[in-house]
């Protein structure tokens, strides 16, 4: 059974930094794209960041260009997001997701639970 | 800045065959195929509809998606009051290199 597990999120002052961590299971890891996915509270879902199987492409949104940082270990079977110079903006559950292998950039066919973040003073 | 667009909220009875649609550009779902996903409240979005067209295993077949031009739409017949949720459409856009989810849309079961 597929399982991704996110962990990581807490309460951040504005300007600070957290990493987030989501560990999978239950599929051949290095073999898919990953990304993360956010949304706000009350608000819709908003795509972050992908990275490829192996670690070689990266692709992120505007907003946080600059600032966040999508990496994995296939060696442990998991993928990160290291979230820097946070905005109250950012405020948001974090999802984990699995891009379906061969599929087209916007087919996420496994979700986490998802992690919250929390930027506030 | 390119933009995929839903109706905020929709509405039906149980039974009854309700569809949602979403709107995009040349640059998105013009160009690139639509997914579908549904968010249960207080749950993790989950893949509906993927290639347009395409139940993953386990969806039952009242979900249906299409797509023409630069819009796709999810149609939900016989509808039930476990259908509440909000649903997504999602494409990869050419001109942003990034993923565009809509807005979604909050469907509601009288």
């Known amino acids: 059974e597929v399982q991704l597990v996110e962990s990581g999120g807490g309460l951040v002052q504005p300007g600070g930094s957290l990493r987030l961590s989501c560990a999978a299971s239950?599929?051949?890891?290095?073999?898919?794209?990953m990304s993360w996915v956010r949304q706000a509270p009350g608000k819709g879902l908003e795509w972050v960041a992908n990275?490829?199987?192996?670690?070689?492409?990266?692709n992120y949104v505007e907003s946080v260009k600059g600032r966040f940082t999508i990496s994995r270990d296939n060696a442990k079977n998991s993928l990160y997001l290291q979230m820097n110079s946070l905005r109250v903006e950012d405020t948001a559950v974090y999802y984990c997701?699995?891009?379906?292998?061969?599929?087209?950039?916007?087919?996420?066919?496994?979700w986490g639970q998802g992690t919250l973040v929390t930027v506030s003073s | 800045q390119s933009v995929v667009t839903q109706p905020p909220s929709a509405s039906g009875t149980p039974g009854q065959r309700v569809t949602i649609s979403c709107s995009g550009s040349?640059?998105?779902?013009?160009?690139?195929?639509v997914n579908w996903y549904q968010q249960l409240p207080g749950t993790a979005p989950k893949l509906l509809i993927y290639?347009?067209?395409q139940r993953p295993s386990g969806v039952p077949d009242r979900f249906s998606g299409s797509k023409s031009g630069t819009s796709a739409s999810l149609a939900i017949s016989g509808l039930q009051s476990e259908d509440e949720a909000d649903y997504y459409c999602?494409?990869?856009?050419?001109?942003?290199?990034?993923?565009?989810f809509g807005g979604g849309t909050k469907l509601t079961v009288l």
């Open positions: 997701a699995r891009r379906a292998h061969g599929s087209s950039w916007s087919n996420f066919d496994y």
């Open positions: 239950g599929f051949t890891f290095s073999s898919n794209w």
């Open positions: 990275i490829k199987e192996d670690g070689s492409t990266r």
């Open positions: 040349s640059s998105n779902i013009g160009s690139n195929t």
């Open positions: 290639t347009n067209n």
């Open positions: 999602a494409a990869w856009d050419d001109s942003l290199n990034d993923v565009l």
